[in-house]
């Protein structure tokens, strides 16, 4: 018997509109701590097919802007997913599977923006993201 | 005997764009937010239901149909269900449907459109969910 669940987890669903992205920085953005993602018992499953799926929403078309979102404990980053924009108003990403492996079940996981090559207009942006699990179990006879 | 069951809401698109009163934008799933959950598909007892939510920025009456759209490994592409919402001078409404998945495959994909058959003057947004049921019982 095949058992699979996939669960599709929110970081933030409204994220901080203001996170001006005209600026060279790392970590403009953060999840806020009380809606980062702690994966608890989950983390104790052999086999995790995970990935992270947004959407980054501009208030008005930037120039052009460069820049990482990292899925991150704080201390190591899981993924690293690079981003280049050109005069839009919207970024769609998914990232390639995660190696979760070593995820501590107790140390939430959040996401960060960080800006390499700023905008050259006063823009800010949205960074919504999800975390798609799939958890697959065969029982057997 | 064991009983285990799991409901998982899945939203493809996080903020759909907002569709204007001309209704030429419709609205489709972008390609990097379409489910490529392969290993769900072998599962066996598993239901779907879509749930859309239409949301307007001033009361109007509108009708907006969303499809969900399997398309296979040839990249061939199936409509399996139809959720339509209706409004009738309202700002809100949703509705839901089942969907058949019997024939999803390993490396099958979902996406959604969004099509106004009705237009009127408001602005609006599409909320769909996903919503998976998956009850097990193990004797």
Known sequence: ?141 | MSKFAQVSHVVLDMIPASIDSSGANATNTPAELILSASDIWECSNLRLKLQSDLVLDASDTVTVTTDIKRTDRDGSETTLETVTVVITAGTRGQASKYVDISAMQHDDTLRLTTTTTVLGTANYQVFNTLIFEAPFQVN
Do not use: W
Request: hydrophobic share 40%; with cysteine.
């Open chain 1, 1 to 141: 018997m095949n058992i699979v669940t996939l669960s599709s987890i929110p970081f933030d669903p409204k994220p901080d509109a203001t996170t001006a992205v005209n600026a060279i920085a790392n970590d403009v953005y953060n999840t806020p701590e009380e809606l980062r993602i702690d994966l608890g018992q989950i983390t104790r499953l052999n086999y995790l097919d995970a990935e992270v799926v947004g959407s980054l929403i501009f208030d008005a078309a930037e120039s052009a802007c460069v820049g990482n979102i990292r899925i991150t404990d704080g201390a190591t980053d899981f993924h690293t997913e690079p981003f280049t924009t050109s005069s839009t108003t919207r970024l769609d990403f998914k990232t390639s599977k995660l190696n979760l492996k070593n995820v501590n079940g107790n140390t939430p996981l959040y996401i960060a923006l960080d800006i390499t090559t700023a905008a050259t207009t006063a823009v800010t942006a949205e960074l919504f993201a999800q975390l798609r699990i799939q958890s697959p179990l065969i029982v057997s006879d």
